[in-house]
């Protein structure tokens, strides 16, 4: 599907999209499309050779025999038996991270991260992960050898309120340890937002610039949480690229998800994915075949969970032509919030301008967007705005 994708930069232009990027542009686009385009397939195939050797390799075993001469206790036997995993595969991505912004994306004019930064967001990531994920693998380890058949009913409430949680404290408690949140300032803009979210009966609690800028010129905007603990997060990029009323049809897109509960439907398809995740996660936990086909002498919990997350991305794929429907639908959705309570003509034009600043594939391969892709094409979503209009015109 990748390579079908591929094969599609060369379709034209739709002529509804002529406007958004001009000949010498839209070159510039193919070429950046197809450098990265290329930096991922290495990257992939690179990753694929690496699991390959590692599972044909006595090495899985090597690294057991080395771990339990460290410590005896099975939970923690498992936190350093993942991440050693995830060590060898954090350096391959840091390395493609690395040429990715440094190489590509500057020379194309989008990054604006110093190699300092660089370095400071890796080892937060670092951190972030040993933090929260070893002690998630920790708890959740030693929750399945102490609970046996409440395994699933517990591990399913201790992660479905972590999830929660994660959500309501993200803006508060995640964004701020890479970026700068500053309240949007008295303007003409921010009584323009508070006027149409009074409108549609919208109650704006905080709305937030991030300093996006000090890493990328790209433009986005978006809502964290949900309830009394909802935000709206601008990046300073999308105010300097926008116009006010471009701006706040963005917004009023934003509030339409919020307006049609999409956070909450969300939320509630993750539970179920998560329910789905942990029986599946149960399966290999109760049955050692799978280590042992590997040369373990018994069930390993650390391999059994590198297995299950490789088996899981066919089945993530097969999810996702679920999901990404759904939320293309919730789009449509919120886009028709926009026709029936602003303006069809300036989220017309903003999304124009988002996909130009952002480089966007305007000619993706159907299939490829049918599986991957969580928002319809840009062409998608303009005949569908203009449907909408000519129906409440007609």
Excluded: C
């Amino acid at each position: 599907m990748s390579l079908l994708n591929y094969g599609y930069r060369n379709v034209d232009i739709p002529i509804q999209l002529e406007d958004v990027y001009n000949h010498d542009e839209y070159l510039r686009w193919k070429n950046y499309y197809m450098e990265n385009f290329r930096l991922n397939f290495i990257v992939s195939l690179i990753k694929f050779f690496v699991v390959f050797s590692l599972l044909l390799s006595p090495s899985f075993i090597y690294l057991n025999i080395w771990i339990k001469t460290i410590t005896t206790d099975i939970s923690f036997q498992t936190v350093m038996f993942l991440g050693a995993y995830y060590l060898l595969f954090f350096a391959i991505n840091l390395v493609s991270s690395y040429i990715s912004i440094f190489k590509i994306e500057s020379k194309y004019g989008f990054n604006k991260m110093t190699k300092s930064l660089f370095i400071s967001d890796k080892i937060k990531n670092l951190i972030l992960t040993a933090v929260f994920f070893g002690s998630a693998i920790y708890g959740l380890m030693t929750l399945y050898l102490t609970t046996g058949k409440s395994f699933f009913i517990l591990a399913w409430t201790i992660i479905s309120f972590s999830v929660i949680l994660i959500n309501l404290s993200y803006t508060k408690i995640i964004i701020p340890i890479f970026n700068r949140l500053r309240p949007l300032q008295e303007s003409s803009l921010k009584t323009a937002i508070n006027e149409f979210a009074k409108s549609v009966g919208y109650e704006v609690t905080k709305i937030s610039v991030m300093d996006a800028s000090k890493r990328s010129t790209k433009l986005n905007a978006f809502f964290s949480g949900f309830g009394k603990a909802k935000r709206i997060v601008l990046y300073d990029t999308l105010i300097e690229n926008l116009k006010e009323e471009e701006i706040v049809a963005v917004l009023a897109h934003e509030i339409g998800h919020n307006k049609y509960r999409h956070t909450v439907y969300n939320l509630m398809m993750t539970l179920v994915v998560i329910s789905i995740y942990i029986l599946g996660l149960l399966l290999f936990f109760n049955n050692d075949v799978f280590s042992r086909a590997f040369g373990f002498q018994n069930i390993n919990y650390g391999f059994s969970v590198v297995i299950y997350l490789l088996s899981l991305s066919p089945i993530i794929m097969i999810f996702g032509l679920l999901t990404n429907y759904i939320s293309r639908y919730f789009e449509y959705q919120a886009d028709a919030f926009i026709a029936n309570n602003y303006s069809s003509e300036q989220m017309i034009n903003a999304l124009k301008i988002l996909n130009r600043e952002n480089y966007s594939n305007l000619t993706p391969h159907p299939l490829y967007v049918k599986f991957y892709y969580s928002h319809p094409t840009l062409l998608e979503r303009i005949n569908h705005i203009k449907a909408l209009k000519k129906d409440k015109s007609s």
